[in-house]
């Protein structure tokens, strides 16, 4: 019940207030100058860069499920215990496994041409001579979803959009329902394959490729991401008004049931009772780049941002538990295996770095109302480095929302730049030479900068843990 | 005797005196007021930019000597003329036509994963199932050329660089020996193949390919470029200093002789006997773009420059003849073909150009010292676009060096801005999407003015015309 006065309190009081209530309140535990000392010192930390270069390098891909991603959680926990992280350890799950194969395409009518594809997770297989069918395209998920299936039977769709760049990363959320949803529409509907244009912002000949699940009682059909030159280069030969044929060739193929892990590591806590604070990212990555921002980047950023206490030997309150997660990209597997196993243990505050190597430029967070205060001292040490406070909701992350929703934890985003996320994205492009060092730092800056304050304050963070008495 | 005197005068005169002078001597023939209003024409005329997109879409790539380019010749032939080009009419020539198999790699240890690269021209084949062997790096043409046959014996030469994008498109000429001489220089020392760094500024998973020649009996080998992120990944794996091997696969093969040809239209002159003034680009592309950058970017400036003519009426004094010449990328046949072709026939000027779709920065031009005014008077058209006067000689490009080596004449190089051009020189990425049309259209007014005063001048202009007595 105090703490719940205290938190109407803070809710009514005038702001000019909030620095003197930091000082009387929070400092017995967060030590503001010595979490800025800990922040600046992590701008001139390489250790995310080499975890980066090391794992992209020295591993490559790593598809969940596949001998690739194995042979990166043994890498994974070598380097983590070598990084003096404790209770290094793998936890292992099953899922089942798609398979990329082979995957070409070609206009035959009216002017033959190659065009370069890739296929989407879940797609469906052509026989190995492929196939070869007329094609009809749609300016948008709307106009296939309105669209006789009379009109789309038998034929290849081609569904484009119009997704541009944007900082905070907004565009694949809506865009994406063309992959996520577009494959079952046309499948519905009697289509032989769908071809979408990648979600991507890009101009290069590397297709984006990405999950999607077929919704109930729908047949699997071919499904493609054409390169976005390709799709343009589509959509102008539809425009000529001719009949478009295509001979397309997709094999991939379900594997069956393969092992996929998480490899967990800890910063202990001065108070081992104290809820956990739940970082990461995860290991596995498409299998066309090498996945240096999707997600190597993610887990280097929180690594080394929890590396910052073991360096200076400052333990939180709090234990920081890092966990680098498996199976993320093909449906969350690691997320969901995780939220099982450690659904005993109480987590207060979830947070996850999945998007790039490039900085940080906006904090939002889900807190207890009680936790203004420290929210407030939060915005205070990442406001030298550029970041802004922004107005909506934290959202955590696919490996940690799972463990979020289940427990009513505290979420902390800590938003990096996506200007040009969208052009590297579960593409071959997304490789070490995209990482730009000072970003990188930048961000594992503002996570350092997250972690002194959250692993050290007394204050209960969590929605969920601030409702109940204390 | 008359011309030479003037010439004389010409190197004496004070620079203050030439705008009077281009008024005394050059407006009977060229009227810098009209040449003016076609360039700032140009600027608007799309043109330019609907050839681009046309030839890119209605045929895509068009390797020398194959069935595309065949087409090509046919869409540029019915261009040509529909534009309202004269004597439009196609060439034909014969040349060896190699064309690219099977390419994929894989660095099999230490660490597995596969690589991104294509085969070079005139690459020798592994067999079906590929080749295993060691790797051995070297950081230059010069360290492979130094090493022992020993090292390099039946071992994988990887060679690399530190080419970077110039504005002048500067360290392709350096760089690129790399590619050109790279191949037989490993060949000779027993190599089982080379790969190298694609001859590129970017870093996307798209490598360059480009011709190399194998030297007088040097056994041909396998010669791929890797993507510029993928022979990074190669060099930091080196670094590690273990050995590394690669299973690769490239199934190339010599095709015999084909068929190519040079497409070609004119403005006719008013003056028949009048020496020819000689520009264009080349048709033929590399087999994984669309060439838009090269080079339909080149042909459609020329061609849109010429055609202001045309949609004005204002016929040139000379003969503006406008050559789409094949085989250009495999080796210069096209422009050799021409030569021979048309050796009896008299060429004042010869221009091309062959190095993408932005704008012009500099003009560099090689003239008989008595045209210094109409250097002068070029520039003065050309400045308002922004264009300065380079230093150094100019060298027409591939197509037309033939015929000006032969016959002696003048050369205009307007220098496109070549910042972006390899990025995407010879790689898949080079599609429509890259064509700028606000820079296009002010390369089409440069080459608008570039023609309005060489083709209506009745000053000599070739260095070997200007020699002989009138």
Redesign the interface.
């Known amino acids: 019940m105090a703490r719940a006065a205290y938190a109407c309190a803070m809710r009514t009081i005038l702001p000019a207030l909030s620095a003197l209530l930091l000082a009387t309140t929070a400092t017995a535990a967060v030590q503001p100058d010595k979490v800025a000392t800990m922040r600046d010192a992590a701008l001139k930390d390489d250790i995310a860069y080499d975890i980066t270069?090391g794992l992209?390098?020295?591993?490559?891909?790593r598809l969940a499920g596949t001998e690739?991603e194995a042979r990166a959680r043994v890498w994974a926990a070598r380097t983590l215990k070598s990084l003096g992280f404790a209770n290094v350890r793998t936890e292992t799950f099953d899922m089942p496994v798609w398979v990329r194969g082979a995957e070409t395409a070609e206009v035959t009518a009216?002017?033959?041409?190659?065009l370069?594809l890739t296929a989407l997770g879940n797609s469906g297989a052509t026989p190995a001579a492929g196939i070869d069918a007329e094609v009809i395209g749609f300016a948008s998920l709307d106009e296939l979803r309105a669209a006789p299936a009379a009109q789309v039977a038998n034929k290849i769709v081609f569904v484009t959009h119009d997704m541009k760049a944007n900082q905070d990363g907004s565009g694949y959320g809506y865009f994406g329902a063309v992959r996520r949803n577009g494959p079952s529409v046309a499948s519905a509907k009697g289509a032989a394959a769908i071809l979408i244009k990648s979600i991507g912002t890009d101009?290069?000949?590397?297709p984006h490729t990405g999950v999607q699940n077929w919704t109930d009682g729908v047949k699997p059909i071919p499904a493609a991401a054409l390169s976005?030159?390709d799709a343009?280069?589509l959509s102008?030969?539809l425009s000529?008004g001719q009949k478009v044929t295509i001979h397309l060739t997709l094999t991939p193929r379900d594997t069956g049931i393969h092992q996929s892990g998480n490899v967990i590591a800890e910063v202990p806590g001065r108070d081992p009772r104290a809820p956990i604070i739940l970082i990461g990212g995860h290991l596995d990555s498409w299998d066309l780049?090498?996945g240096a921002i999707d997600d190597a980047a993610g887990l280097a950023i929180t690594t080394a941002a929890a590396r910052r206490f073991l360096a200076t030997g400052a333990k939180p309150l709090r234990t920081i538990r890092l966990v680098w997660f498996g199976a993320e990209e093909v449906g969350g597997f690691g997320g969901e295996a995780y939220a099982k196993a450690h659904a005993n243990e109480k987590h207060e505050l979830v947070a996850e770095a999945d998007f790039g190597g490039d900085r940080v430029w906006r904090m939002q967070a889900t807190l207890a109302p009680a936790a203004k205060a420290t929210s407030d001292q939060l915005m205070e040490l990442l406001a030298p480095l550029g970041v802004t406070p922004g107005r909506g909701a934290a959202h955590g992350g696919t490996d940690v929302e799972p463990t979020a929703n289940a427990q009513g934890t505290a979420i902390v985003d800590l938003g990096q730049d996506g200007t040009r996320y969208f052009d590297l994205h579960h593409?071959?492009?997304d490789?070490?030479?995209?990482i730009e060092k000072p970003q990188m730092q930048q961000a594992v800056a503002a996570w350092t900068a997250m972690l002194g304050v959250v692993a050290n304050t007394e204050t209960p963070l969590a929605p969920g843990a601030a409702a109940k008495p204390q």
Do not use: C, L, N
């Open positions: 270069e992209t390098t020295e591993v490559g891909q690739a009216p002017f033959a041409q190659k370069v101009h290069h000949r590397v976005v030159p343009e280069q102008r030969i000529r780049g090498t593409t071959a492009d490789t070490f030479d995209k």
